[in-house]
Structure formats: C-alpha cells, structure tokens
C-alpha cells in the first residue's frame, strides 16, 4: 500500500526513485570504464531535461517515446519525464520502422527519440504524426543532447498524483494489434516499494544490470527497485557472459531472464567461487526450468528467486527471500497483491486444480491506451484483471504456472503473439496459409517454428520470404525454422491444431535432434 506520506509528495514516484537522493554523491551507475554516475550527477541531468521538455511546450500527459540504445542518458530521459509528468514510451531498438510506424500513430508522442542509424527511416513517421523528432546514441550524443545542453534546468517536478500515467508499454494481443498499456505512478510505486522490502534491497547492494530497459523487468522491476532502495548498478549495454562474469565479484544481486542463467552455465567460469558471495539471484518474464533452478543450485550454492509478473501489472508474485524458493513455482502472491484461480464461469477453483489466474491490486495497469472495449475485457467487475496464464495454487498457497490460454510464445523473455507472424506470412506471394508455433529451445526457452502452406502450383521462395519477415518483424519475432507442409491440420470445426503441430517441432531446437519433417520441405 502507498502510505499517506508518499501521497503528499508532489511527485511521488520521481521523489521516491531519484528527488530523495537528487543531492546525494553515492554512486547509482558504474559504467564500464569505470565511470560513476551518482544520485546528484543524475537528478542534474534529469532537471535539464526536464528543463527542455518543458520549454519544447511539453505538458503533463503528453507523451515521449524513445527507440535508443542504452545508455545513462536514455535513463536521464525516463526520469525526467516522470520529472515533468510527460508520459514515457520505451520502445524495443528491435522494432523495424513498420512496428514503430503503429506505435507513433497510436500513442501521438509529442517527441520522438532516436538512434542517430535510424533517423532517415524514422523521421517521416515523426513527421507524419507531427512529433519532433531527436537523436540518441549509446554515447549519449545527438540532437537531443545539443538541445538539452542549452536547456535551463526545471528543478522543481510536476506535481503528479499517483493515479497520473506515468509509462506506455505496448504488449501484442491474440488479434496481432498491439495495446498500450497505461501504468500509473502509483502502479509504479508500489511494485518497487514492495519488491524492496520483499527482495531486501538496500543501498548496500550493487546489481549487475544486463536487461535492456525499454521493458517492464529491466526498467520497472531493476532501475526502480535499486534506486528505491537507494542502491547502485553495474551498467552493462546487453547482456554477454563475459560482461557478467567480470561484473559478478563487485554485485550483490542480479536479476535476469532464464537464458541469462543457461547461457551462464553453460561456461565453466561460472562457478561457486565466482557467484557464492551474491545475495540474490532472481529470474522471470518466461518460465525457468525446474532443472535449470537446480542445476544453478548445484553449480553456484544458490536458489535463484523465481517472480511472475506481466507488462499489464508489474509483479504479482515471488518465491519468498527467506524461506522455501521452490523450483518450477513462482511463489507467493505480493504484499497488497490479490490473486485467484478461476475456472471459466469465474469461480475459484479448489486448492490443487488448474485455472486462469487473475490478480487485482495497486500494481495493476488503468487500462489499454483508447481501447475501452479491450480494457473491459480484460478485467472483471470487481477489479480483477485476467492475466491469461493458467496457474494452480498449492496447499502452501504457491503458484505454479502450467500453461497460456493466450496463444503466446516467449522467446528469450520476449513475448511474440503467433498472430502478428501469421498474417505478415499470408501476406506473401505463393503463401495460402500459416501457423505459427513455438518450439522447446535450449536458448531461448522458446523458438518460432513457422508452418507455411504454398499456393497451388507455386513453390515457395523461403529465402525471399525471410527477408520480407525481415523488413516487417523485429528480430526475435522473426521464425528460426520453417516448415511447408501441404495442408495444416484442423479438427472437425475448421480450426487449426497447433497442438498438434508443436508435438510435431518439439525437438526441432534440442541439440542433435534428428529434424523430422511431417511433409515436404524444412529449412
Ligand atoms: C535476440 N534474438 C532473439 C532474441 N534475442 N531471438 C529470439 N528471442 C530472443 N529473445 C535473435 C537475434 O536477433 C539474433 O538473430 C539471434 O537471435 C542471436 O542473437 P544473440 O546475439 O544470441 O542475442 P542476444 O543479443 O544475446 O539477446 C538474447 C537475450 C535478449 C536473451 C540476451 O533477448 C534479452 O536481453 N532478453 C531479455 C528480454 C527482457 O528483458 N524481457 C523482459 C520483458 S518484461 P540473427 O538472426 O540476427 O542471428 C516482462 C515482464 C516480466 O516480461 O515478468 O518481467
Ligand atoms: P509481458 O506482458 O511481456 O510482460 O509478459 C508477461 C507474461 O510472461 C506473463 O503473462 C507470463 O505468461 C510470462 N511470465 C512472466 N514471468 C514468468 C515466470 N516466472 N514464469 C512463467 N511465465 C512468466
């Protein structure tokens, strides 16, 4: 819960993460060439900005998105629109300028923030939705930085509630159109108060940060929770085993995806001696195999902390920091966070069977940007939002996530709806149909296997078909395999049976497997 002195801040969770500390010289970012970012270095960034935006007529509510690399100063950006009240919009620097092309017509940022490589692409989609757009590179250099430079500094934030928005994240849907997520300031500052004390952070602790921040995890989950807690982070720009094992000796924790910890363990440098000292380890955004949970346990003296959350509504749950981190669950419900297991006419269903979960509480989203009607769906009348993951809950009250009743695949922690494949491949020449599926992957937890069905007569051109997927899909959507096959198979309804197909690929990405083609071509 957000306590009543939080509420009286004029921007709460500006002051929360940063206004505390905008005087303080502890440090906040360790960069890699041992540069030192500290609390008062970045709130004097952060006021210029502001400074700037507020000057370039930006008020509270209008929005900025940012397609950047990572850098200290595209997290200078995130905070000073909190700063300002300006809604902030990260975007994945995958997305091709088709997918940024939705985005920018759907959210109208005011101003749009680019990697210097993509501006001649970018541009006329700024244009045409009359935003101003600015570079930035990893460096921090570009036309946003010469502009803020002149900027006068706004010391003083916008006064905000915590109901204002403060974020967009866009999250695909079953349809293939994307919705914004609107999360408040309050929805924000509860998940980092609570994964705080939750996870015992406190300005001790030095995390080695490897997510990129244009999603929930890397900025909600790691920035806000180091800077609640007043700690500090190993800035790393991606993630590479070499990066983490050489920031490892000076971190207390870490927080990754699961293939940060496969691809971890798959070098022989990461051993006990190397990560025995670290306080915490915790995995989410896709599931982390029972067996890597134990063999990270074997390899290191270490249970890694598994949580599940969601864009829509931050964390909802966590294996607890003391007491039993059961492997293959994802813990219990968050403090202040309420969450059921309900069989399809909404009833909870009893202790031990399997049911959609639904969670209610201060972290949960306001709603999709202008999609009433999606956001009414989503939620029931008394408030809990329906997360589409199927779950059960033990006697202990853990949750264990068995399954979707959402057709998703989650690829290396990133979400890719089939849908949005699908009709990108129907689109192309000679193609009559597609199903898209994922596979098991030893990397990526998931790998896109894209089945395709030719046109009659008119043998497919994959090669060219890849490169069309190319210019329209960002990387991680784009399929490691493809399959044709000559009709897809259906039950008696008509409807494709995907099922079916994934037995059909589930070894498809197991080192050595023997491909087993069901029909024609694979490549
Ligand atoms: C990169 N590739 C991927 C991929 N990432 N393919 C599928 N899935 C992914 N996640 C592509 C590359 O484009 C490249 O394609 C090939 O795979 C190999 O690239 P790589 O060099 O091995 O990839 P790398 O850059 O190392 O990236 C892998 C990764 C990265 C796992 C480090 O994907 C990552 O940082 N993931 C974290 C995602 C995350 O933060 N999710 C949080 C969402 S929030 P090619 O064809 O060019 O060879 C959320 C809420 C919650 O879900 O609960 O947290
Ligand atoms: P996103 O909306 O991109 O943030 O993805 C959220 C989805 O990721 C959830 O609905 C789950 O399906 C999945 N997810 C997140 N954390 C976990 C976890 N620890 N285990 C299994 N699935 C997870």
């Known amino acids: 819960m957000i306590s009543r002195e939080k509420t009286s801040m004029t921007n709460p969770l500006y002051d929360t993460v940063l206004g505390q500390r905008a005087d303080s010289s502890a440090p906040l970012l360790h960069l890699p060439q041992g540069e030192v970012v500290s609390y008062a270095d970045m709130a004097a960034r952060v006021a210029r900005i502001s400074g700037y935006l507020r000057a370039a007529g930006l008020e509270k509510g209008d929005r900025l998105a940012m397609q950047c690399p990572k850098s ?17 919009l990260p975007l994945n620097t995958a997305y091709t300028p088709d997918e940024i ?60 509630s915590t109901d204002d928005l403060a974020c967009f994240l866009y999250t695909s849907g079953t349809t293939g159109r994307s919705k914004g997520a609107m999360l408040t300031q309050g929805n924000l500052l509860s998940n980092a108060e609570t994964l705080t004390t939750c996870w015992r952070f406190t300005d001790q602790d030095v995390l080695v940060h490897a997510l990129p921040i244009f999603h929930a995890h890397g900025l909600f989950v790691a920035c806000n929770v180091l800077m ?69 346990e074997e390899r290191t ?29 994802v813990g219990l419900p968050l403090d202040g966070v309420a969450l059921r297991v309900v069989d399809e006419t909404g009833l909870e269903v009893p202790q031990g069977e399997i049911g959609m979960i639904e969670v209610r509480g201060p972290n949960v989203f306001k709603g999709y940007w202008q999609m009433p009607d ?31 009743d959402k057709d998703l695949i989650i690829s290396g922690g990133y979400n890719i709806y089939p849908k949005e494949v699908e009709l990108i491949l129907d689109d192309q020449p000679g193609v009559q149909e597609s199903a898209v599926v994922g596979a098991p992957h030893p990397d990526f937890g998931e790998g896109i296997v894209a089945v395709l069905v030719a046109d ?32 897809l198979p259906r039950n008696t309804m008509g409807k494709v049976q995907k099922n079916l197909l994934r037995d059909a690929y589930a070894d498809l990405f197991q080192p050595g497997a023997q491909r087993r083609p069901p029909a024609s071509s694979v490549a």
Request: glycine fraction near 10%; aromatic fraction near 8%; include cysteine.
């Open 101 to 160: 092309a939705y985005f920018v017509g759907d959210a109208t940022p005011k101003i749009l923030v680019v990697d210097p490589d993509a501006h001649e692409a970018l541009a006329p989609i700024a244009a045409k939705n009359g935003a101003k757009v600015l570079t930035l590179d990893a460096q921090g250099r570009g036309s946003f930085a010469s502009a803020v430079a002149d900027a006068a500094p706004a010391r003083t934030p916008v006064t905000c």
């Open 228 to 296: 609640c807690a007043g700690g500090s982070m190993i800035w790393l720009n991606g993630f590479s085993v070499d990066g983490v094992l050489g920031a490892l000796p000076q971190a207390t924790a870490m927080m990754g995806v699961p293939t940060f910890y496969t691809r971890l363990m798959e070098d022989a440098r990461f051993t006990r001696d190397i990560a025995g000292h670290m306080r915490l380890f915790t995995s989410g955004s896709a599931p982390l195999l029972a067996e890597t949970h134990m063999r990270f």
């Open 72 to 88: 200290p100063a595209a997290l200078a950006l995130y905070l000073a629109c909190l700063h300002s009240g300006v809604i902030f």
């Open 374 to 404: 999606k956001t009414a769906q989503a939620f029931h009348p008394d408030g809990f939002f329906i997360t589409g993951d199927l779950g059960v809950l033990d006697a202990d009250g853990y949750v264990t996530i068995v399954g979707r």
């Open 301 to 329: 003296g270490l249970a890694i902390l598994e949580r599940y959350g969601m864009t829509e509504t931050g964390m909802n749950s966590s294996n607890p920091y003391d007491g039993a981190r059961r492997a293959g669950t």
């Open 456 to 487: 009659e007569g008119s043998p497919l051109d994959l090669a060219e078909i890849r490169e069309a997927v190319a210019v329209k899909l960002a990387n991680y959507k784009r399929p490691k395999h493809y399959v044709v096959l000559e009709a």
